[in-house]
Structures are given as structure tokens and as C-alpha cells.
């Protein structure tokens, strides 16, 4: 009914080609994109904020990330965790040696040590393929694990083993530390959250996608029609991990406040890894769904089993909370195992015909 | 396909309906203590013990005095799984329900918060966790670590063996390892030991244990019986602490040489049936019911089923060792009350209600804990107190109390201490100066 | 040159110097790679015949150990409760092929394999709802496993070797040869062997899956309960056990997926491997190599058979 696109001409390739051809859909995002610059930090509470945004804007962005290496590019890896401690801690050790230049830039400069790891550890890649790629990130995850806790350099020699972040301002406001206030610190990973989606989004669509994506569907055929196969998956390695760096470095400064090398373990890859697969395997929209999903969902669940008994304890909570995820998890699956993003595409598609289904 | 869609769409509506509404909103006529617990995961084995034991004994001054000072305690539990991000939400959770006192019981969760607490106005019981040099209440006027730090703990561990040496210089040639859970906790002791090796002239082999291998020690064990130390010393937590008195049991380790930081239960000690005996730790706490207070939450709580605890579990270690914790909270609010001729007290009044915190023999006695442990006195610019400590030896069914109070060696661990909280402030850039002002104690 | 001593000849002298501290490491290695093995046999039992990659091995481990201790606490004589406990897991089976796998019949492996982490975030909660989060003791001796330990005195000095850790072994090797006789000997294994060459086929000659499903399912629980007996007697029963799953990994993946004879081999290979390079070079490194030293193992091998050792041989066609 609203959703017509009727009377919508294109006229021009390059209208035709673009990535939100109907104009409703560019009206959705200028609301979204209004709502979350504008909206959330005018009115939200700082709960709302500091424990639903801003994690699930970082962890939508490692999901994006892993999102090009596993979904676009069919690469499967366990290693995001890893990763991301790389930017976290190649992020701490920058702006800890030269505090001068303003954090974002180290935070957007951290992911490049990402990236050279991931090229390292993604140099098997052309040998191993599916589940026993997994092997390759797996020793990259585990042994940067280890790194972390080993290397004391890396944690500036900190007794704990930890990173502790410094007050650092941006327009001589703090936006790092205990003194940043969320609404400023959801800003700030908007921004960069929005910029870096909107370049994924040019890269999936363009050449560069493509190629991953041939890649994805048979590596041998993608070969034979002239695809440089190892360049295109260490490029896709390289610009996975770029985003994964990014992410961890904001979950450090902008989420925890302070980390011990814990947080970047296994468990932090296969979230991820599961975010990517609910929200649906090479799609954008889905990292997003994913992780609002996968981390939204037990805290909603925790606040509504608080809401509905008093008698209730908060172990007991815990517990059912764990269960009642489980078995979400297998209904999204049974009922769309493409991912939440499927599923969107399908309620647009009925969108477009209501009321009059054929 | 439809079906799905709508089933779909309403589950989401309804949830986000529900998120919008709840959180019940704290009466003013109470004291908000929020209780950070781990009763689930894979560190649950100490965590529930610890949660039984502070629920209990606020739950019972709520029961037989209505609270303290008249005023209800709104007890609520806020499960983090020992889980850095689920600690944080917790407190971003409890922190607008105006809370006066945070426990994290981790100390993963209490790094994050060191800095925040003078933000929110929120202090941190850590209680004998946490970051040691948080101790230096000048720099740290919001974090309280009493009765001890890791590394008076450590320091009260070393004097013990050169006691049994017969004088810490006999230490000399002597080997000593250490194994510790590798993450923050475990390794904050190693600058000690590495200092104190160097003084006494010992070996020092540090033997690390992943949080993934908790339970797969063998290798960790190997490397003992090849460098046969004289003593072994454990920082351990959850899973870590049964395998590692089963593993010594196993290559044949003297047990009466083997001694743990506080943290072992009765079943960590257990878990090596016999060969277990002689296996010691620290502790500053009776063990057992037999006191007023601990009769009292029988009375009270656990009888009236007001709770989940387990019949068998007050009186065990680290259940008394919720209680000592809940007691601090408990005393530390009702200085508060007494400081400012308040009620309802808030987070700033408490953090003055722990600074200037006194609890001496008369007290304890008149709360029901005489001879359940020493006095606890804080001030400014001390926030943990560094008291002494007493071993304790596994006898295969309980552990039972050995000699007498060991005191930590203050020359040693404090100038430890201040360059650490030194470091912590260099190192964060400005640190706020404390600007809390000193009250005289009451 | 100090670096190249310390690495590539101390060890040996080491290994030289102390024999009976090589042969505690061997057997030590040994011990857990029989372990992990079992572990990695659960995976490939599954993956085999489902083509599943069953996360949930490491929860199922974890909840049959604690529902046998659990329902010993609630008062049931020892053996009563491994019988009940075996029902247990095969009502389990029956529920995940009902529930879960007949639904996402046909899907991609990634999918099968996300469910099966909702399956064990569901066990962990389930589990911790009714035995409650806290450890347990293993009820080694109802159950007569042996305990202490049997010192062999050899190169002056002594090798120890536990009781249980010698069941184990045992215990291990009677089930990996009872399942090959299964797979080969009887009609349910061959459905088995023809459902694992090709689904399609095997429906088509009327084998019914969802029964084969339901007993590689079971067949996957009864390893996990006999590892969890194993492991809980070696340290405890609780929920931290599940992490031991992870170790299985490399194993699966050097022993390739779909092989039996793979996941033993390739769990002694970890085993032992990383007993030897964390008791040998691990100090020169800070130790704690162990926990990625697998990988790099599994690595290694990859790098000559991508298919792992005993993978069937990957033929790619366009």
C-alpha cells in the first residue's frame, strides 16, 4: 500500500544498479539514519544507550567484518576474537606511546595491524578449505589468546594483564574514560560505525564483491574465468580483519573501559561467528540483525522473566534465559535458515504486493 | 509463510514492549544493595557459596531488625557469570536504581569500574580482590579492598614458610612455585614474589594454568615434579583449585607444603579424598555456624525457607566468607546512617561510612560475630587495612585453624603498593585528584 | 646460539638426562589424547552419519555426567543410575532428531551446525536448572573404577601411572572396538556406512534416516557420558568441562572429519605433542604453549594432506 513502486522510472543505468532502487527504501534509511543521530541521543535512557547501542553497533560492526570473509567470500574462520584484540591492544599501545593525536584516528589506524595478521594467518587459505580452514584461525585465535596474556609489552607492563583505558578527548569533550558520556561515546561509534558500513556496502556491490563472491560459490570455476584466486581471499582476510581491529579497538575504548586479555577469546569468535549465520550469510542489513538478535535477545528475555514474577531468581533467570535462547536459536533456523535477513527481504516482498498476493 | 511473519513480528513487539516497562524502580524508603553473583558458568562451584552468604545475612537483618537502622535492604542479585560483559551490564543496570555499594566479585568486572566509581558516585567493595594497589585510599577514595591484598596475602604466604624454614633468610637455595589461574588475578602476585626472590636469594618457577585448561593440568604438574620446589603456592579460582590438589596429590606432593591463597572451599580440598590432608590456605574468618549471626540466618532466613541456600552450606568457607562480605556492607551503611543522621543513605555517605568503617571486638560481638573474625578499622588513606590472616590446614573433613595471625610484611608490600597506584595514575593520564574530603572517625 | 642450544639440543639432553620424566610425559600425553580422542570420536560419529558438526558435544559431556550424578545424589544405587542416565541420552536423541534435525532436514551444514549451539545453550541452561551450577564429584568408586595410583620404578628414578587414567585406556579402546564391530557387523551399521556415503542413496534402498539419526545421536551420548565419567573422575563434574571440547578440534580436523580410525590417532598425535612441546619448550616460551601448540600441530599436517590424515580425499569438480 505505502510500499508502491509504481510510477518509480529509471531512467539511467545507474539508477537501475543502485543499491536502494526504490525510493521508499531510501526514505527507510534517512528515518533510520535520523532516528539513530538524532533520536537515540536526544531521548534514550543511558541504559538504553550504554548497554543495547553501543555494544550492538561494535559487535554489528565484527559481524560485518566476519561477514565478508565467511559469508561473501565463504571463507569459515574463528579467529574474529583474536582479531579484535589485535586492534584493541595495537590501539592501547598507539595512543598510549604518542597521546597527542586524537583517538579516532589511532582507533581507525589499529585496524591496519588487524589486517597484516589476518594476512598472515590467512596464507593457508588457498590450501585448506571449509571446516579445516577453521584450523588456521583457530591457531591464529588461540595464539594471539596467548599473546596478549604473554607479551607484557603489550599491556605496558600493567601488574593485572590488563589494558586500562586513558581519558582522551575529541573537540576537548572526553569521549574515552569514565567521563565520556555515553550519548557522546554512541556518536562517535555511529560515525564510524555508518562510514564504514556505507564503504562495505560499495565494496560487495562492486567488483571487489563480486569477485568474493564467485569465489564463495565454487573457487575452482571463480579460477577459471580469470579470478586471481589467492589475492581475492588474503583481500578478503585483509578487509575482514580491518573491520574486526576496528571493532575491538571501540569495544575496548568505547564499551568496557578496560579489559584483560580474556574478553578476546574463543567465546568472543563463535558469538560473532553466530551472529553472522542468524542474521544471514552474505548480507549487510543481516550483520546487524545478527547481533542485535544474538546480543539483544538474552537481555530483553532477562528484563521481561524480571518483569513478569518477583519470585523469581535472578540464577533461575539466568538459567532460563540460557534455554530460551537455545531454542529461539533453532526456531529462527527452522523457520528461516537463511537468516533474519531473508526474512526481511521476504516481509518487503509481500510489502510490495499487499494487498494483493499472487 | 505468513504464520511465520506474524508470529514473528509479535514476539518482537511484545519483547520490546516489555523492555520498556519493567526494571522495577527502587522505593525510596530503602537502601538499594545490588548483589552481583555468579550461581551459573564455569566459576559457579565458588560463586554460589559466596552469593548464598551475602544474600543470607542482609536478608536476615531485613527479617529480625527490618533492615538496618530501621530502613528496609533492597537485596537484589544481578547474575554476571563471572563475565566481564555481563558484569558491566549488570552495573549499567543497577547504577540509576541509585545503588549504595557495588560488589563485583570479579576482578575483571572491578577493573572497568575503578574509574567509573568516582563518576557515578557508586564505591566498590572488593573485597580482598580486585586491583591491589586500589588499596591507597588517596588515590582510590571510592574502591575499598579490605582485609587484605593479594600481595599481603602473598607477603603472609612467604612469612609462613620462613617460619616452618625457621627464618626467612633459610629461604636461600630453596626452590618455591607458583601456579596461578593466568589472568589478572593470578598474575598480580608475580611482582612480589619476582621482588622477595631477589631479597631472600629463592627460586621462584611460575607455573600458569589458562582458564581453558583449568581441568587439564597435567603439564603444569610435570614441570613441578621436574623442578621439585620446596613449596608450591596456588592462586586459583573455580575449576582449577579440585584438578590442581588432585594433580599434586598424584606426582606425590607433600601437601603440607602445598598452601593456596583464601579462595579454596571445602570441596576444592575434598577433591583428593585422604591425600588431600595437610593441604593449607589463608583465611581471616571462622569457619562453622556457631555464631549468633550465622544462628540467626538459620533462624530467620533459612528455616523459613526465605532463600535458595542449600541446608548444608552455611558455615562452609566461602559461605562465611559471603556473610564477612555482607557484613562490611552492613556496617559501612549503618556508619553512614551514623555520619549523617540520615535514613536512607546514598552512595557518597557510604563511601565516608567505609572510610572511617570500625568494627572492633565489642562490635563484632554485638552483631553476633565475636571470635568469627579480627576487627576491621579503615581510614583515608587506607582502604584495605592490611590485617593479618591465619593458615589453615585441610584435615580431610574440614579445615581447621593452625597457629596463629600472620602478619603481611608491610615493608615490603607497601612501597609495592604506592608505586603501583603511582603507575595506575601516571599511566591514565589525568587522574582525578582526590577531592573528597576526610571525616574524623566516628 | 645461546637460543639455538636452548631449543634445539637442551631438550634432548633433558629428555636423556631424566628418562623417567620422558616416559611420565609420554604416558601423561597419552592419557589425554585418549581423551580428547573420545571426545573427537563423538563429533565424527555424528558427522559421519548426519553431516552435523555437533557443537553441543562438549554440553552433552557435561550434562550426562551430571544427570548420572545427579540422579546418584537423588538417592538411586550407582548402576541403577548409569541405566537411567543411558535412557536419559537416548531420550535426548530422540528429542534432537525430532525437534531439530528433521526440520532443518537438507539445509547447509553452516545452519545445522548454529543449531546445534542453540541446542547447547539450551542443555547448559536445562542442566543448570535442575542439578544447579555446582561442581560434583564424580561417583568414581560406586561405579568401581579404580583409584590410586601403580609407581613403576624405571631410570632411577619413578614413573606413576593412575589407576583410572589405566581404565581409561581400557575402557577407551573396548568402545572404539565394540563401535567398529557394530559399524561393520551389523545391519544398523551398514545403514549407517551407506547413509554416511550418500543420504540420498541410502533413502532411496529404504534405509529410514531419521532412525539412523536418532542412533548415532544416542551412540554420541553414550561416548559423552563414558568422557564425562572419565574426565569428572579425573578433576570434577561441573560445567567448566565443556571447554575440554574445544580441544577436540584439532584432533577432528587432523584426523579428518569423517574417520574413526582418525579421531584416535590424531588425539594421541595432540596428545603427545603438546605434553612434549609444553613440558620441553614450553618454558622458553613462558610456558602455556599448550593451549595453541595443537593447532599449530594440526597446521602443520594440513599444510601435506588438507583433508586431514585420514579424510576421504577431496575431489573438486566444476
Redesign the interface.
Known amino acids: 500500500m505505502f510500499y508502491r513502486e509504481a510510477g518509480q522510472f529509471k531512467t539511467t543505468y545507474q539508477a537501475d544498479q543502485a543499491v536502494f532502487p526504490i525510493l521508499q527504501d531510501r526514505i527507510g534509511l534517512a528515518l533510520i539514519l535520523l532516528g539513530a543521530f538524532a533520536l537515540i541521543p536526544l531521548m534514550a535512557s543511558d541504559f538504553f544507550i550504554s548497554v543495547i547501542m553501543i555494544p550492538f553497533l561494535i559487535l554489528a560492526l565484527a559481524t560485518m567484518g566476519l561477514n565478508i570473509l565467511t559469508g561473501y567470500t565463504g571463507l569459515l574462520s574463528l579467529g574474529t576474537g583474536g582479531f579484535m584484540g589485535v586492534g584493541a591492544f595495537a590501539c592501547y599501545k598507539l595512543t598510549t606511546l604518542y597521546p597527542g593525536i586524537n583517538i579516532v584516528v589511532w582507533i581507525l589506524v589499529s585496524g591496519f595491524f588487524s589486517t597484516a595478521l589476518g594476512i598472515v594467518f590467512g596464507l593457508p587459505s588457498l590450501r585448506i578449505k571449509g571446516f579445516y580452514l577453521t584450523v588456521a584461525t583457530l591457531a591464529a585465535q588461540f595464539f594471539l589468546d596467548w599473546s596478549f596474556i604473554r607479551v607484557q609489552w603489550l599491556t605496558n607492563y600493567n601488574t593485572s594483564g590488563a589494558i586500562e583505558v586513558p581519558t582522551r578527548t575529541l573537540f576537548s569533550m572526553p569521549v574515552t574514560g569514565p567521563n565520556a558520556t555515553p550519548q557522546f561515546r554512541y556518536l562517535v561509534i555511529l560515525s564510524i560505525v555508518t562510514l564504514l558500513t556505507w564503504f562495505a556496502s560499495n565494496l560487495v556491490h562492486g567488483r571487489i564483491g563480486r569477485m568474493w563472491m564467485a569465489v564463495r560459490d565454487m573457487d575452482l570455476a571463480a579460477e577459471l574465468i580469470g579470478i586471481p584466486l589467492y589475492r581475492t581471499k588474503l583481500l578478503a582476510f585483509a578487509i575482514s580483519s580491518y573491520y574486526c581491529g576496528v571493532a575491538g579497538a571501540l569495544m575496548v575504548f568505547f564499551w568496557y573501559g578496560s579489559a584483560e586479555p580474556g574478553v578476546f577469546n574463543i567465546d568472543q569468535s563463535f558469538t560473532i561467528l553466530f551472529m553472522v549465520i542468524i542474521g544471514g550469510l552474505g548480507s549487510l542489513t543481516g550483520s546487524f540483525f545478527g547481533a542485535a538478535l544474538i546480543y539483544g535477545l538474552p537481555i530483553v528475555l532477562k528484563i521481561v522473566l524480571h518483569g513478569v514474577g518477583i519470585n523469581i531468581l535472578p540464577a533461575t533467570v539466568e538459567h532460563v534465559t540460557f534455554m530460551s535462547v537455545g531454542a529461539l536459536i533453532v526456531l529462527v533456523l527452522i523457520i528461516e535458515p537463511l537468516g533474519l535477513a531473508r526474512l526481511w527481504q521476504i516481509t518487503k516482498q509481500k510489502l510490495r504486493v499487499w494487498p494483493f498476493p499472487y | 509463510m505468513r504464520m511465520k511473519a506474524t508470529i514473528l513480528a509479535g514476539t518482537v513487539i511484545v519483547a520490546t514492549a516489555m523492555t520498556g516497562s519493567v526494571l522495577p524502580a527502587a522505593a525510596q524508603d530503602s537502601i538499594y544493595v545490588p548483589l552481583f553473583t555468579y550461581r551459573t558458568g564455569p566459576f559457579s562451584g565458588s560463586g554460589i557459596y559466596i552469593a548464598e552468604g551475602m544474600h543470607d545475612y542482609l536478608e536476615m537483618l531485613n527479617q529480625r531488625d527490618g533492615g538496618i537502622g530501621g530502613v528496609k535492604i533492597a537485596i537484589e542479585e544481578c547474575e554476571t557469570g563471572y563475565d566481564t560483559k555481563k558484569g558491566l551490564e549488570c552495573y549499567e543496570s543497577v547504577k540509576d536504581k541509585k545503588p549504595v555499594v557495588v560488589n563485583p566479585w570479579s576482578t575483571g568486572i572491578t577493573l572497568p569500574l575503578i574509574p567509573r566509581a568516582s563518576v557515578d558516585k557508586i564505591p566498590v567493595l572488593s573485597m580482598a580482590y580486585g586491583l591491589s594497589a586500589s588499596a591507597v585510599g588517596d588515590t582510590f577514595p571510592w574502591i575499598f579492598n579490605p582485609p587484605a591484598t593479594y600481595w599481603d596475602g602473598a607477603s603472609m604466604i612467604l612469612s609462613y614458610i620462613g617460619s616452618k624454614e625457621g627464618g626467612l633468610d633459610k629461604l636461600k637455595g630453596k626452590t618455591i612455585g607458583y601456579i596461578y589461574l593466568d589472568a589478572g588475578f593470578g598474575k598480580e602476585p608475580i611482582p612480589f614474589f619476582e621482588q622477595v626472590s631477589k631479597d631472600y636469594g629463592f627460586n621462584l618457577k611460575l607455573y600458569p594454568v589458562a582458564a581453558t585448561d583449568m581441568q587439564n593440568q597435567s603439564s603444569q604438574w610435570l614441570n613441578v615434579r621436574r623442578d621439585r620446589p620446596d613449596y608450591m603456592v596456588m592462586y586459583g579460582w573455580g575449576a582449577l583449585q579440585p584438578t590442581a590438589v588432585k594433580e599434586a596429590a598424584k606426582i606425590n606432593f607433600p601437601m603440607d607444603k602445598f598452601i593456596s591463597i583464601w579462595w579454596p572451599s571445602e570441596d576444592d580440598a575434598a577433591a583428593a579424598g585422604d591425600a588431600g590432608k595437610g593441604f593449607k590456605s589463608l583465611n581471616w574468618h571462622a569457619v562453622g555456624a556457631n555464631f549468633p549471626a550465622l544462628q540467626d540466618i538459620k533462624k530467620f532466613v533459612t528455616d523459613k525457607n526465605l532463600t535458595q541456600t542449600d541446608k548444608s552450606h552455611p558455615g562452609k568457607v566461602l559461605y562465611n566468607r559471603g556473610v564477612y562480605n555482607s557484613m562490611l556492607i552492613a556496617e559501612g551503611i549503618r556508619n553512614a546512617q551514623k555520619l549523617t543522621g540520615k535514613k536512607v543513605v546514598t552512595g557518597e555517605d557510604v563511601r565516608r561510612g567505609l572510610e572511617t568503617l570500625n568494627v572492633d571486638e565489642a562490635r563484632l560481638k554485638e552483631i553476633g560475630l565475636g571470635g568469627f573474625t579480627g576487627p576491621v578499622k579503615l581510614s583515608c588513606a587506607d582502604h584495605n587495612g592490611h590485617f593479618a590472616t591465619f593458615m589453615q590446614e585441610w584435615d580431610g573433613t574440614k579445615w581447621a585453624k593452625i597457629g596463629g595471625d600472620i602478619k603481611p610484611m608491610a615493608d615490603k608490600v607497601n612501597p609495592l603498593l604506592a608505586a603501583a597506584a603511582k603507575d595506575y595514575t601516571d599511566k591514565n593520564g589525568n587522574w582525578p585528584k582526590r577531592t573528597e574530603a576526610c571525616d574524623k572517625a566516628s | 646460539m645461546d637460543l639455538a642450544y636452548k631449543i634445539l639440543i637442551d631438550p634432548f639432553m633433558?629428555m636423556g638426562s631424566?628418562p623417567d620424566?620422558l616416559v611420565?610425559?609420554l604416558w601423561?600425553g597419552l592419557?589425554?589424547g585418549v581423551l580428547y580422542s573420545l571426545i573427537a570420536l563423538g563429533f565424527v560419529l555424528i558427522f559421519k552419519a548426519s553431516g552435523v558438526?555437533n557443537f553441543a558435544q562438549g554440553i552433552m559431556v557435561v550434562f550426562a555426567a551430571l544427570t548420572l550424578v545427579g540422579l546418584h545424589q537423588a538417592g538411586l544405587p550407582a548402576f541403577v543410575a548409569l541405566a537411567l542416565t543411558i535412557g536419559v541420552m537416548f531420550g535426548l536423541a530422540f528429542l534432537v532428531e525430532r525437534?531439530?534435525l528433521r526440520?532443518?532436514v537438507n539445509?547447509?551444514?553452516?545452519?545445522l551446525?548454529?543449531?546445534t549451539?542453540?541446542?547447547?545453550?539450551?542443555?547448559?541452561?536445562?542442566g543448570?536448572?535442575v542439578f544447579?551450577?555446582?561442581?560434583k564429584?564424580m561417583i568414581a568408586s560406586e561405579l568401581y573404577l579404580p583409584?590410586g595410583?601403580i609407581d613403576i620404578k624405571m631410570f632411577g628414578g619413578f614413573v606413576?601411572l593412575?589407576k583410572i587414567d589405566i581404565a581409561a585406556a581400557v575402557i577407551v579402546s573396548l568402545m572404539v572396538l565394540s563401535l567398529a564391530l557394530f559399524f561393520q557387523k551389523t545391519r544398523i551399521g551398514r545403514a549407517l556406512r551407506a547413509v554416511a556415503d550418500s543420504h540420498k542413496a541410502a533413502l532411496s534402498v529404504g534405509i529410514s534416516l531419521e532412525q539412523i539419526w536418532v542412533v548415532v545421536w544416542f551412540a554420541a551420548g553414550i561416548v559423552a557420558l563414558v568422557t564425562g565419567i572419565m574426565?569428572g573422575a579425573?578433576?570434577?563434574v561441573?560445567?567448566?568441562?565443556q571447554?575440554?571440547a574445544?580441544?577436540a578440534?584439532?584432533v577432528l580436523?587432523l584426523g579428518g572429519?569423517t574417520s574413526i580410525p582418525g579421531a584416535i590417532v590424531g588425539g594421541l598425535i595432540i596428545g603427545i605433542g603438546?605434553?612434549i612441546g609444553?613440558?620441553y619448550w614450553?618454558?622458553l616460551?613462558?610456558?602455556?604453549?599448550?593451549?595453541?601448540l595443537a593447532?599449530?600441530i594440526?597446521?602443520f599436517f594440513?599444510?601435506f594432506r588438507?583433508?586431514?590424515l585420514f579424510g576421504e580425499k577431496?575431489i573438486?569438480r566444476?
Open positions: 633433558q631424566a620424566l611420565q610425559t601423561e592419557v589425554s558438526f525437534l531439530m526440520p532443518l539445509q547447509p551444514d553452516i545452519i551446525f548454529m543449531a549451539f542453540g541446542l547447547t545453550y539450551f542443555l547448559i541452561g536445562f543448570e536448572l544447579g551450577g555446582n561442581p564429584k583409584s595410583a606413576s593412575q574426565w579425573r578433576s570434577e561441573s560445567f567448566s568441562l571447554v575440554i574445544l580441544k578440534l584439532p580436523i572429519f603438546e605434553k609444553e613440558f614450553g618454558p616460551l613462558g610456558s602455556g604453549i599448550e593451549s595453541w593447532y599449530v594440526a597446521l594440513l599444510l588438507p583433508q586431514g577431496i573438486e566444476i
